[in-house]
C-alpha cells in the first residue's frame, strides 16, 4: 500500500528555534494536509493545500506557521520561534481526488 | 461545541466480542473517515465514507447522512484492536476530528 513519509521522526529544538517538518505526500495525489496532536488531546487540523496554496486553514495556523511544496515532492511545515506549546505530534496527509486520506508516522516535536 | 461526537470515550472488551463504535457530528460534510491510532502515535486510516456501508476483514462501517451518525464495528475483536479510535469529517477541504475512543481488549 502506498505511503506518507514524515521525517524526522522526532525532532527537539530550543524554543525560539525554528523547525521545519518534512512530508512526502503519495505521488499522485493532489491534496495535502498538516495537523497536530498535543499529548493526550485530539487531533486539531492545521492547514489544508491544493494546486500549490493555501486552501484552508485553522485558527492554530497563525503567522508562526507557514507550509510550502519547495520541489514538487515534499510538503513542509515551517514553524518560527518554536513556543513550549508547540510540542506535539504533527501529523501529515495526502488524498487523491475522491480517495480516503493516507497519513504519515508523525513528528513528534519537542521544544525545551 | 464539538462538530464530532464519539461514544463511548473508553471501551474494555473480551477477546472475541462484538464491538460498536458511534460517531455524530453536526455539519455538512463530504465524507467520513474511521482511523485507528496505535499507541505510538501512527495514525491508518481505516475507511472513507460519503454513504451506505464499508467493510474490510472484520471492520465494518456504516453511515446515515439524513441522521448525522456512523458506525464503526469490530466483529471478532482481538487484543491486537487495541487502540484508538477516531471519527473524522470533512467538510469541504477541512477536517474535524473526534475525541477518539480508546478500546481495550482483554484476551
Known amino acids: 500500500e502506498p505511503e506518507v513519509t514524515q521525517t524526522p521522526s522526532h525532532q527537539v529544538t530550543q524554543m525560539g528555534q525554528e523547525v521545519i517538518l518534512r512530508c512526502v505526500p503519495i505521488s499522485n495525489h493532489l491534496y495535502f494536509y498538516w495537523y497536530r496532536q498535543i499529548l493526550g488531546q485530539k487531533v486539531e487540523f492545521l492547514v489544508s493545500?491544493?494546486?500549490?496554496?493555501?486552501?484552508?486553514k485553522s485558527e492554530i495556523f497563525d503567522d508562526q506557521f507557514s507550509v510550502e511544496r519547495p520541489d514538487g515532492s515534499n510538503f513542509t511545515l515551517k514553524i518560527r520561534s518554536t513556543k513550549l506549546e508547540d510540542s506535539a505530534m504533527y501529523f501529515c496527509a495526502s488524498r487523491g481526488d475522491r480517495g480516503k486520506g493516507f497519513f504519515g508516522q508523525g513528528t513528534r516535536l519537542t521544544v525545551v | 461545541k464539538n462538530e464530532v461526537e464519539q461514544s463511548p470515550q473508553n471501551l474494555t472488551a473480551q477477546e472475541g466480542e462484538f464491538i460498536t463504535i458511534n460517531c455524530s457530528y453536526s455539519v455538512g460534510i463530504s465524507a467520513l473517515h474511521w482511523l485507528q491510532q496505535h499507541p505510538g502515535g501512527g495514525i491508518v486510516s481505516l475507511f472513507m465514507l460519503s454513504s451506505g456501508k464499508k467493510k474490510h476483514g472484520r471492520l465494518i462501517a456504516t453511515i446515515n447522512i439524513q441522521e448525522k451518525h456512523s458506525s464503526l464495528h469490530i466483529t471478532a475483536s482481538h487484543p491486537r484492536d487495541s487502540a484508538v479510535y477516531i471519527c473524522a469529517v470533512r467538510t469541504g477541504n477541512q477536517f474535524y476530528f473526534g475525541t477518539g475512543t480508546s478500546l481495550t481488549v482483554i484476551p
Open positions: 493545500f491544493y494546486n500549490n496554496e493555501i486552501s484552508e
